[in-house]
């Protein structure tokens, strides 16, 4: 009977302690928006926009930015747009984390995105995967959002 009692007992000092460790820090989730207005952007006529949210204080943003004005064509508009020189615009659309990508149509929806530093390859595959859908090969659909 006294062993029963001290199982008992240490059954509920373990299940009292089980329950006052704290829980495991939560993941954060980063906004990426779905819907940009084409207006807020230069070139709004232009069939695709690549939007790059930037912050001069961010050592990964330049590179990006560098490789996504490589896209820059008569039918897409590249604009970087520091946290800085266009705050408004970065509170607008909740961008909380740089370097953000954003493949945009000209109906402002946003078809692709990426969030921090992109490979050129990934970037310009999806960039082409958007404008022609079927033209990447299998395999490169993994590496982005």
């Given at each position: 009977?006294?062993?029963?009692?001290?199982?008992?007992?240490?059954v509920?000092?373990?299940?009292?302690?089980?329950r006052?460790?704290p829980?495991?820090?939560?993941a954060?989730?980063?906004?990426?928006?779905?819907?940009?207005?084409?207006?807020?952007?230069n070139?709004?006529s232009?069939?695709?926009?690549v939007?790059v949210?930037?912050?001069s204080t961010c050592?990964a943003?330049?590179?990006v930015a560098?490789k996504a004005?490589a896209?820059?064509?008569?039918?897409v508009?590249v604009q970087e747009?520091?946290?800085?020189?266009?705050?408004?615009?970065?509170r607008r659309?909740g961008?909380?984390a740089?370097?953000?990508v954003?493949?945009v149509?000209g109906?402002?929806v946003?078809?692709r995105?990426f969030?921090g530093p992109?490979t050129?390859?990934?970037?310009?595959?999806a960039m082409?995967?958007?404008r022609e859908?079927?033209?990447?090969?299998e395999?490169?659909h993994?590496?982005?959002?």
């Amino acid at each position: 009977m006294v062993a029963l009692v001290l199982v008992l007992a240490a059954v509920i000092v373990a299940v009292v302690l089980q329950r006052r460790r704290p829980a495991p820090p939560t993941a954060k989730v980063w906004n990426i928006p779905a819907q940009l207005d084409r207006a807020d952007f230069n070139e709004p006529s232009t069939p695709w926009l690549v939007a790059v949210f930037t912050s001069s204080t961010c050592t990964a943003c330049s590179d990006v930015a560098m490789k996504a004005s490589a896209l820059i064509s008569d039918v897409v508009a590249v604009q970087e747009l520091e946290v800085v020189a266009d705050a408004e615009l970065h509170r607008r659309y909740g961008i909380d984390a740089v370097p953000l990508v954003l493949i945009v149509d000209g109906e402002g929806v946003v078809v692709r995105h990426f969030l921090g530093p992109v490979t050129a390859t990934d970037l310009w595959a999806a960039m082409a995967e958007a404008r022609e859908p079927g033209s990447t090969p299998e395999g490169c659909h993994e590496h982005g959002t």
